[in-house]
């Protein structure tokens, strides 16, 4: 009842619903309805204020729209949209007004009643604590005594999520908070407490708060993006870079645009503008979504794959491009662009096996013998041939190059005299065996077998990325042996637009047309071609080479790093821009390092027991041309080769405290010879045994429960211990190395802590809720 009377005081205040002459509801009926200029106080007072503040929501959309919030009395009454940014010029559009409906309304969502105003406590947890404490005059006892009872500890987990959150005060839920941590870090370690907190560009200064302090006790920090299936990670595979792209702005500049996946008037609304508008200065648009989403309403063209087939559909049209502008013509301008930019012409060798010659690694200066060898980092240096002398070279900038003390200067493109060589057709011709990955693919056991022109390189058997395109994308040329498609229209042969058509049902005419007139496009533009890729295309199984697939376009075409040309994916302007200073503050490195840091999914999926019902064998996703390594595995099994390979960090790491390991006089020699004898394992080979659980989850500026927690039910039994929908008789998994346990593991967290402004899924199915700052009442950088 206080709370009400504190609220309400508050709003009278800030004059939001009531005037100064409408002290009651009957003055309020009286002076609305007799007229005169009274009645006007009501409305001046609904949108008075004392100040002016800007601010910006930190959501993660991408936007940071910049907002003109009206104050009253410190209370927020109502936000518009800010009309002072910088102007850019008479020949295109403003960047302003910038906002959306959604964003206005955030001042009535600042005092909603789900908003958390105090921290809360899980009742029948502050019981036993309170409890705990008295009778042991010590929290972290008090904290160990309730996690030495099975039963009690089993009766505050099967409490989470059914209400029953009791108002705490801030110094008593911050003692239980320290507790749990210290208590978890001297009985288990600090590898046993994992932070989770999405994307940092939004709101850095918060992200880096809780990542720093999760750095400095030794705890795990999860990520995020896999976790919610939005990377792009085709980006940093192909250019070592996450999230550079071209600001919505530039999109006024492509003369072609192609939205794949990509709502934008609803996932990206103050940007939406700049596509609607550069329609009236002859911009083609395109979109690509299997639903009559709302942006296909400003499409010129609508193409509609089947949901998840979008990567048949690029190469269908990657096929066109190369045979058109590759083969039966060389456009001069892909030609100097993909010799320059990207790794076509560099030196692939062929390695034989039992079903024949198959793509191996680069050719390296290594391979080469003589005074080549001999160079620095000569492993990692790849090969072309030089089109003037017909000889194999080493252009600059390769890796090798990078880390070169001596090679530096070489770290760069300029390619001086050299002319790289991107085929070696004309040649001799071998025939190669490449994989084929749709589902019911048929020929001889999943592969297709086509020619590629060869030479040999230092005894090796070589041709260039260029030419193993050609042959993945099934496009002919005469004199090369092997599979080939007749025409577009031959649907038996992977690559061509009649074979995309069974798989996506977007008309192979149609993608014959679309990605000639891209390709066209880009050559008389010189490279402004521009295709949106949205959530839409990233959230299936193997999405980043479907994203592959659309770069190839896009690189083809000579259209990537050019103004109006590129790929702009939905993640937008959303970067960390002061990265150096932000990640020395979020991972502590000025104190100690390396931070510990480990995939999200990885580490759900092993302590939500996923993997337990995984029926999907490893060697079902293997390459056909594969050696049979995945025989009997499944995916834990992978996640605990990986950490024990070294290619993964996995947290817990080891089955025993690594506060224990640290305390001998040579840890690193103690744990490798132990790692040796069998007496120390790693945490990922039994995940269910309860040395190896994780015990205290912290989740701030994240949803994780309500918004990205897939596979919510096995969170609920597994991990928090409370009541689920999974069934009891459900299919089961056994895997091949690591460690089954007969019987299910039910809550394996202590403590799960959630720090958020709002009511969410995830802080009614917390222990602990401490309220948090809502953006526009706390200083930051977005």
């Known amino acids: 009842m206080q709370q009400r009377k504190d609220i309400a005081e508050s709003l009278v205040k800030a004059g939001s619903f009531f005037t100064r002459t409408a002290e009651t509801s009957e003055d309020l009926h009286r002076v609305q309805h007799t007229g005169g200029r009274d009645g006007e106080a009501f409305y001046r007072d609904r949108w008075s204020h004392d100040k002016v503040v800007y601010s910006t929501h930190g959501v993660n959309c991408t936007g940071s729209c910049r907002w003109k919030v009206y104050v009253k009395d410190g209370i927020i009454t109502w936000e518009t949209q800010a009309t002072d940014y910088p102007s850019v010029g008479p020949d295109r559009p ?21 908003r958390v105003r105090y921290p809360h406590v899980r009742g029948v ?51 239980i908070v320290a507790a749990a941590h210290v208590h978890t870090i001297k009985e288990h370690g600090p590898d046993r407490v994992a932070g989770f907190s999405p994307i940092p560009a939004m709101s850095m ?14 705890a795990p920090m999860l990520s995020f993006y896999d976790w919610y ?5 085709a980006s940093p595979q192909v250019f070592g870079d996450q999230t550079d792209v071209p600001e919505s702005g530039d999109w006024w500049d492509a003369a072609y645009l192609m939205m794949w996946g990509s709502n934008v008037p609803v996932t990206r609304t103050p940007d939406a503008h700049w596509m609607a508008e550069a329609r009236y200065r002859g911009q083609k648009v395109v979109t690509v979504s299997p639903d009559f989403a709302d942006n296909t309403k400003f499409a010129d063209e609508w193409m509609h794959p089947h949901p998840g087939t979008d990567g048949a559909l690029a190469l269908a049209m990657g096929h066109v491009i190369l045979k058109e502008f590759f083969v039966e013509r060389q456009t001069p301008f892909f030609q100097d662009y993909v010799r320059r930019y990207t790794d076509l012409p560099f030196l692939v060798t062929l390695q034989e096996t039992d079903q024949g010659l198959v793509p191996h690694k680069f050719l390296t200066a290594a391979d080469l013998g003589g005074t080549a ?44 005299d050299t002319v790289p060589r991107l085929t070696l057709y004309g040649e001799d011709a071998a025939e190669i065996v490449l994989p084929r990955f749709e ?14 022109p060869v030479r040999r390189v230092g005894g090796r058997l070589v041709t260039t990325v260029h030419d193993l395109m050609l042959a993945q994308y099934g496009v002919p040329r005469a004199g090369l042996p092997g599979e080939w498609p007749a025409s577009y229209e031959d649907a038996s042969q992977p690559g061509t637009p009649a074979w995309q058509e069974t798989l996506t049902s977007v008309p192979a005419a149609q993608a014959t047309r679309v990605a000639r007139e891209f390709a066209d496009t880009a050559e008389a533009s010189q490279g402004r071609c521009m295709i949106l890729m949205g959530a839409g295309t990233n959230h299936w199984f193997h999405a980043e080479t479907t994203y592959r ?13 050019r103004n109006g ?57 293997a390459s056909p041309l594969g050696e049979g390594r995945f025989e009997g595995m499944t995916g834990a099994d992978c996640l605990a080769a990986s950490a024990r390979m070294g290619w993964m960090p996995s947290y817990p790491t080891f089955d025993r405290n690594p506060l224990d390991l640290g305390a001998s006089e040579d840890p690193v020699t103690d744990a490798v010879r132990e790692l040796k004898e069998g007496t120390l394992g790693f945490a990922g080979e039994d995940p269910d045994a309860p040395g190896n659980w994780p015990r205290v989850l912290n989740v701030w500026r994240a949803n994780l429960l309500g918004s990205s927690s897939k596979g919510n039910e096995y969170f609920l039994k597994h991990l928090l211990g409370t009541h689920s929908n999974l069934p009891d008789d459900g299919p089961r998994c056994a895997p091949r190395d690591v460690k089954w346990h007969s019987e299910d593991v039910e809550g394996k967290l202590d403590l799960l802590l959630c720090l958020d402004f709002r009511m969410t899924s995830t802080t009614l199915l917390s222990d602990v809720v401490l309220p948090a700052a809502t953006w526009y009442e706390k200083h930051d950088l977005s």
């Open 94 to 114: 403003e960047y302003e007004p910038r906002g959306c409906p959604r964003g206005a309304s955030f001042s009535w969502y600042t005092y909603s009643p789900t």
């Open 125 to 175: 947890l502050l019981e036993m604590y309170r409890e705990a404490k008295a009778r042991l005059k010590d929290p972290v006892l008090a904290w160990a005594d309730i996690q030495g009872d099975p039963e009690r500890r089993r009766r505050y987990q099967r409490a989470r999520g059914k209400g029953g959150l009791v108002r705490a005060s801030w110094d008593e839920a911050v003692e």
């Open 205 to 218: 200064a918060s992200h880096a708060a809780g990542a720093r302090f999760h750095s400095l006790i030794g």
């Open 229 to 233: 299936a939005d990377l792009p990670v």
């Open 373 to 416: 060898a001999e160079t620095e980092n000569a492993r990692w240096k790849t090969v072309l041939i030089d089109d003037a002398t017909g000889e194999p070279t080493v252009p600059n900038g390769t890796l090798g190059h990078r880390w070169g003390a001596s090679d530096t200067p070489d770290w760069n493109l300029d390619l001086g």
């Open 439 to 452: 589902e019911g693919a048929h020929g001889d056991g999943g592969v297709v077998r086509r020619g590629v």
């Open 549 to 561: 697939a659309f770069l190839a376009l896009l690189t083809l075409t000579g259209c990537q790093g």
């Open 565 to 621: 040309g590129g790929w702009g994916h939905y993640v937008g302007q959303e970067k960390c821009r002061p990265v150096t200073g932000w990640a020395t503050l979020a991972s502590a490195s000025d104190w100690a390092r390396p931070p510990r840091h480990m995939i999200g999914a990885g580490w759900f999926y092993l302590h939500t027991d996923q993997w337990r019902y995984d029926t999907l064998p490893a060697e079902s996703l």
